[in-house]
């Protein structure tokens, strides 16, 4: 079975760091393009940052640019998104996606693979 499992949600006050953590069972996330994805409440799920196959480029969302970083841990075949200078408006349930694709992450219109979620709090 195909699937994907993020990790490292959590409660931290506003300006802390949080690091989040995907892992796929069933298939090798090193060969898949992969993304981080986010939904607060009442708010339509928005793509976060994600990570090219290959040459590995990425991209992250205006938002979080400069304070969240995506890589891929490749000895234990994870993606993880490192978060700091966290704030309230950060708050959402965290997906990760992957997509077998050589497009770049964030042309791709959609991902065929969906974690759970992990929920971020950020007080204030």
């Known amino acids: 079975q195909l699937r994907l499992v993020e990790s490292g949600g959590g409660l931290v006050q506003s300006g802390g760091s949080l690091r989040l953590s995907c892992a796929a069972s069933?298939?090798?996330?090193?060969?898949?393009?992969v993304g981080w994805f986010r939904q607060a409440p009442g708010k339509e799920r928005e793509g976060v940052s994600c990570?090219?196959?290959?040459?590995?480029?990425?991209y992250s969302a205006d938002s979080v640019k400069g304070r969240f970083a995506i890589s891929r841990d490749n000895s234990k075949g994870t993606v993880s998104l490192q978060m700091n200078s966290l704030k309230p408006e950060d708050t959402a349930l965290y997906y990760c996606?992957?997509?077998?694709?050589?497009?770049?992450?964030?042309?791709?219109?959609?991902?065929?693979?969906w974690g759970q979620g992990t929920q971020v709090t950020v007080s204030s």
């Open positions: 069933g298939f090798n996330l090193d060969f898949y393009t």
């Open positions: 990570i090219d196959t290959g040459n590995g480029s990425t």
């Open positions: 996606a992957a997509d077998f694709s050589t497009r770049s992450c964030h042309t791709l219109p959609g991902y065929e693979y």
